[in-house]
T-cell receptor, first 113, second 112 residues
């Protein structure tokens, strides 16, 4: 168990809908990352937060947004969902925002029908 | 940004065999990590190894930063070693971004 908690484990929704994925980092970790894993794109970095502030942004669509709350948990909001958004979404956490090991949650499998 | 390439893409082993997985990166790194994704999709951090050699049981890893590669050794493989092995490096050396760029992985299948 990595100590990173993601909910829900599975999510099935229809095109056009909006969903929220939740992540609680390991105790003591201040940095949270979101990654998307799909068969054709591999593991793609979406966004990173450190102690409530956005630190880095990757290939995150404008329909997607995230935030990290004062208690350090993070949420990833996906809106106007398309079939191509179906993927495994991972949250990871680390102690620092640079140069420390990443620990991943078990992921949320999103299926858009 | 950095490019991360892994080889081989696929590897089939008989239980008990040894193997070496390779990760090449296009730029200097100060942070190189190896992960194992098991058949259930869980991503486990195996090593944080910006340079030098580390060992953890039957697994060991070596990073030669000056030559821009890292190796993951698996000895006496077991069926539970099956899955995909990823290496990952930061987008920019010394930069302000902590996110890791992942290679495409090596898919390992260990047969009993």
């Amino acid at each position: 168990d990595s100590g990173v908690t993601q909910t829900p484990k599975h999510l099935i929704t229809a095109t056009g809908q909006r969903v929220t994925l939740r992540c609680s980092p390991r105790s003591g970790d201040l940095s949270v990352y979101w990654y998307q894993q799909s068969l054709d794109q591999g593991l793609q970095f979406l966004i990173q937060y450190y102690n409530g502030e956005e630190r880095a942004k990757g290939n995150i669509l404008e329909r997607f947004s995230a935030q990290q709350f004062p208690d350090l948990h993070s949420e990833l909001n996906l809106s106007s969902l398309e079939l191509g958004d179906s993927a495994l979404y991972f949250c990871a956490s680390s102690v620092q925002w640079l140069g420390s090991p990443l620990h991943f949650g078990n992921g949320t499998r999103l299926t858009v029908t | 940004g950095i490019q991360v390439e892994q080889s081989p893409p696929d590897l089939i082993l008989q239980e008990g065999a040894n193997s070496t997985l390779r990760c090449n990166f296009s730029d200097s790194v100060n942070n190189l990590q190896w992960f194992h994704q098991n058949p259930w999709g869980q991503l486990i951090n195996l090593f944080y190894i910006p340079s030098g050699t580390k060992q953890n049981g039957r697994l060991s890893a070596t990073t030669v930063a000056t030559e821009r590669y890292s190796l993951l050794y698996i000895s006496s493989s077991q069926t539970t070693d099956s899955g995909v092995y990823f290496c990952a490096a930061p987008l920019n050396y010394g930069g302000s971004q902590g996110n890791l760029i992942f290679g495409k992985g090596t898919k390992l299948s260990v047969k009993p």
